[in-house]
C-alpha cells in the first residue's frame, strides 16, 4: 500500500480528494490536512510515500512547501499538485511533482495521477535503490517531462549541466534526456571507475573517448567537450596511467 496524505485548505475541495484516494485500492490515507503545517507534522511523525497537495494556501503554499520536503527518485514523499491556477504548471515541474491536477478534475484524471505515483513506487523498490557499478548493462531511472526514462549506463556518452537541468546524450538516443537534478546526485549513481568529471558542466563515459587533443576531449559522436582547469590534473593522471610505452 502507498501511504498518502490529502492537503488543502478548502473543505469541500479536501473532501473531494480523500473521496478519490479512498477509491484507489493501492492507496492508503493516514492524514486529512487543512494546511501543509498540518502535513509537515504527519511526515514528522510518521512515513508517508506521496501527498496530493494544493497549490494556493494560506501561511505556506503548497509549492513552497513541496520544495522543503526532500524530493528525489528514491526517498522522501511523491507529489501531485491540485490547484485551480493553471500558470502554476511549470512551478509544479520544478518543485518536482510528478502530476498536476487543475481543479476541477474528474476521476479519471485523478486514477492517471495515482498511477503515475505508483509506477515510480514500484521503481523505486526494484530498480532505483541501487545501481550496479560492475556490470555492462546496469542502468539508471530518471524523470524527464513527467515520464520515467530507462537509461543504460554503458550507453551514455556524457551528461551537461544547465542550471538546474542535465542534459544526458546517449549512444542510442536521437535527442538528450533532459531532467532536473544536481551533477553531484547523478554522480552518486555513476560507476566512479567508468565516468569521470571533466568541467563543472561536463561529466564524460572514458570508454566513449575518441581522442583528447590541447584542452578538449573528443568522444563517440564527434562531441568535442573543454577540459577545466581543476579538473585536469585529476584527468591526465587517468590518461596517462592508460597511455602505452616502450
Known amino acids: 500500500m ?103 478534475y ?27 557499478t560492475d556490470s555492462d548493462d546496469a542502468t539508471i531511472y530518471v524523470k524527464s517531462d513527467y515520464r520515467i526514462v530507462r537509461i543504460d549506463i554503458s550507453s551514455i556518452i556524457y551528461i551537461e549541466a544547465m542550471s538546474e537541468y542535465l542534459r544526458i546524450y546517449c549512444s542510442d538516443r536521437d535527442k538528450p534526456v533532459i531532467i532536473l537534478l544536481s551533477m553531484k546526485k547523478i554522480e552518486e549513481h555513476l560507476p566512479s571507475n567508468q565516468f569521470m568529471r571533466i568541467h563543472r558542466s561536463y561529466i564524460i563515459n572514458l570508454n566513449k573517448i575518441r581522442e583528447v587533443k590541447k584542452n578538449h576531449v573528443v568522444l563517440e559522436g564527434e562531441a568535442s567537450l573543454p577540459i577545466g582547469d581543476n579538473y585536469k590534473e585529476t584527468f591526465m593522471n587517468y590518461l596517462n596511467s592508460k597511455i602505452l610505452t616502450k
Do not use: W
Not at 7 to 33: G, N, Q, R
Not at 113 to 121: G, L
Open 106 to 132: 474528474g476521476f479519471d484524471e485523478f486514477e492517471a495521477a495515482a498511477q503515475k505515483v505508483k509506477d515510480i513506487m514500484d521503481i523505486r523498490q526494484h530498480a532505483l535503490t541501487e545501481v550496479s
Open 2 to 104: 502507498i501511504k498518502c496524505i490529502a492537503i488543502d485548505d478548502e473543505p469541500l475541495a479536501l473532501k473531494k480528494l480523500v473521496t478519490y484516494i479512498k477509491k484507489i485500492p493501492y492507496l492508503e490515507l493516514v492524514a486529512e490536512c487543512r494546511s501543509a503545517i498540518e502535513a509537515q507534522q504527519v511526515i514528522d511523525q510518521q512515513q508517508v510515500d506521496a501527498m496530493f497537495l494544493d497549490i494556493h494556501m494560506p501561511d505556506l503554499n503548497g509549492l513552497d512547501f513541496a520544495k522543503s520536503v526532500e524530493q528525489d527518485h528514491s526517498k522522501g514523499p511523491i507529489t501531485v499538485f491540485t490547484t485551480a491556477y493553471s500558470e502554476y504548471a511549470i512551478e509544479g515541474y520544478k518543485a518536482n511533482a510528478v502530476g498536476y491536477l487543475l481543479k476541477p
